[in-house]
């Protein structure tokens, strides 16, 4: 069975930094691509980072571009996403998404395990 289990979100103030964790079992990991994307209330689902199975490729939205770092731990089965100089609008529900076939991908549709997602939320 497979699992993507999201970790480390909480309640900060805008600019301050976040590390989420995202550990995967029930897969081989190092086969799968990761993404992160974050839903907002009232607001689409939307891409937010993605790595390759290696780690070698990163790919990231606009709008977090220079502020937030993806990684990965093969070794671990877990996932990354560094957020730093958080603003309010960051302020989602965070979800990790894995990618059998692919070298990650900003569309949600070819993603194909989900974790449940962590709160994320960006005081002013």
């Known amino acids: 069975q497979v699992q993507l289990v999201e970790s480390g979100g909480g309640l900060v103030q805008a600019g301050d930094s976040l590390r989420l964790s995202c550990a995967a079992s029930g897969v081989t990991f190092s086969r799968y691509a990761m993404g992160w994307f974050r839903q907002a209330p009232r607001k689409e689902r939307e891409f937010v980072a993605a790595i390759n199975w290696g780690g070698g490729s990163t790919y990231y939205a606009d709008s977090v571009k220079g502020r937030f770092t993806i990684s990965r731990d093969n070794a671990k089965n877990t996932v990354y996403l560094q957020m730093n100089s958080l603003k309010p609008e960051d302020t989602a529900v965070y979800y990790c998404?894995?990618?059998?076939?692919?070298?990650?991908?900003?569309?949600?549709?070819?993603?194909?395990?989900w974790g449940q997602g962590t709160q994320v939320t960006v005081s002013s």
């Open positions: 998404a894995a990618e059998r076939r692919g070298s990650g991908s900003p569309l949600a549709a070819r993603y194909d395990y």
